[in-house]
């Protein structure tokens, strides 16, 4: 039989789903976490689909790759930048509205 080398551990390890004991108050907390992520990490996908983009002409935009693209829609924060290089790239603009006390003021994006 032949031995397994560390490579091979270490694999069979990440492979495995480690889990961790919660309590009910630390899963909910969890759970909320996977909401908020899941929102923040379509709004970047919707918007690239909403406007009719592959990944790739994403990309193309941005002066990166496709696989960069993929990593920021996975991602669990987008950088404004990245919005406004893509609504001006499809012919809009991008506004910030910050509301303080009935007075609105528009931010420089």
Do not use: C, F
Request: proline share 3%; hydrophobic share 40%; glycine share 8%.
């Amino acid at each position: 039989m032949a031995r397994k080398g560390a490579g091979d551990l270490m694999s069979e390890r990440k492979s495995r789903a480690w889990k961790p004991k919660l309590t009910a108050k630390q899963q909910a907390h969890v759970d909320a976490l996977d909401v908020e992520i899941g929102r923040n990490v379509s709004l970047l996908q919707a918007l690239r689909k909403q406007v009719g983009l592959s990944q790739a002409e994403l990309a193309s935009i941005l002066k990166t790759s496709q696989s960069n693209v993929s990593k920021l829609e996975g991602g669990r924060q987008v950088p404004i930048d990245v919005y406004r290089r893509l609504i001006e790239a499809k012919g809009g603009t991008l506004e910030v509205v910050a509301k303080i006390d009935g007075k609105e003021l528009v931010l420089p994006v």
